[in-house]
Nanobody, 124 residues
Framework: QVQLVESGGGSVQAGGSLRLSCAAS????????MGWFRQAPGKEREGVAT????????AYADSVKGRFTISRDHAKSTLYLQMNSLETEDTAMYYC?????????????????WGQGTQVTVSS
């Protein structure tokens, strides 16, 4: 059973930066894909970025391309999301997720394991 624990959220002014972390544990075989998703109040959960843990391929939502970077520390079993040039529209609960299998899309329904989330609030 994959367990995911997010940290690093907080409040920041527009234009600022935050780095989210996701510590993964509880598994024998590493998930093939991990990613970050977010959900703003009144909106559906959406994909932000994913990383294929074996191939290294990444995928980003258009809204965050050029501003966010997903990465990992394999030795620490930790996934990161570096968020720069934050905008008020980035305000949301951010979730870490994992899945097995070969594909690594930014599609909520394809992920089986979820963390509890960490809140990111961007003020103008």
């Amino acid at each position: 059973q994959v367990q995911l624990v997010e940290s690093g959220g907080g409040s920041v002014q527009a234009g600022g930066s935050l780095r989210l972390s996701c510590a993964a544990s509880g598994y024998t075989n590493s998930p093939a894909c991990m990613g970050w998703f977010r959900q703003a109040p009144g909106k559906e959960r959406e994909g932000v970025a994913t990383l294929h843990m074996f191939g290294g391929n990444t995928a980003y939502a258009d809204s965050v391309k050029g501003r966010f970077t997903i990465s990992r520390d394999h030795a620490k079993s930790t996934l990161y999301l570096q968020m720069n040039s934050l905008e008020t529209e980035d305000t949301a609960m951010y979730y870490c997720a994992a899945k097995y299998g070969g594909s690594c899309p930014t599609i909520v329904a394809m992920f089986d394991y979820w963390g509890q989330g960490t809140q990111v609030t961007v003020s103008s």
